[in-house]
């Protein structure tokens, strides 16, 4: 019996490990995947939504949530898996007050991730939606504005939430707080570019030998008296 419990021991523990080392492999390519968005200059929102797609499954979610505010309003969220009845009019609705929800309001204002087993388990938190675990995590610029939250909710497991799931979520909220940053900074660094060539009434063009196809800047287009926007990008039209 004693080598019969030693062999079972073993084998459990070998099953953990394994199971350990595909969690870490399934968190790294997620990880990298989110480089690579970032890298390529995607949306926020394409990032968010690549996220979201790769921890729904590492995570064994039944839905994330994508929340941004706008001002003291809460923004339709993005979505990602089966929404729970009782928050899809959450979903639908163009603008909630961020105070009529006090659990979001908690985790946005303290800047704090909130894991719960059971979501009923929060102070003030929505009814009917006892039986699923939630987690909240803050998205932050690297300037420190909360911009939202990325939201997770599965059902219940007897590990709860792990340290590297935790890890996971955090450093996917990061991104997405990064890649917010960057596109507001290629923004305001177009806006003024764009503003340059406006005040000393210069044009831009470029032409794609291979494909023979031409762009123009709005600026280019206006010197040859043509709308913004009409330049169809043919040598023909030049």
Known sequence: LARAARTVGLALERTEREAALEQARATAEVLAQLSDALQSAQTPDSVARLAMERLNVVLGASCMLFIQLEGELI?????????????????????????????????????????????????????????????????????????????????PRTTGWKSAERDLLRRAAATVGLALERSQFLESRQERFDFALESAGVGLWEWEMGSGEQHWSIEQEKLFGLAPGSFDGTHAAY
Request: hydrophobic share 45%; net charge positive.
């Open 75 to 155: 923004r339709p969220p993005m979505v990602c898996g089966e929404v729970p009845v009782v928050l899809q009019p959450f979903i639908t609705s163009v603008a909630i007050p961020l105070s009529s929800r006090p659990v979001l309001n908690r985790v946005l204002s303290t800047c704090k991730a909130l894991f719960l087993d059971d979501y009923v388990l929060a102070p003030d938190a929505l009814p009917n939606l006892s039986g699923l675990a939630t987690a909240m995590m803050p998205v932050c610029r690297p300037s420190g504005k909360v911009e939202g939250v990325l939201a997770v909710w599965r059902e």
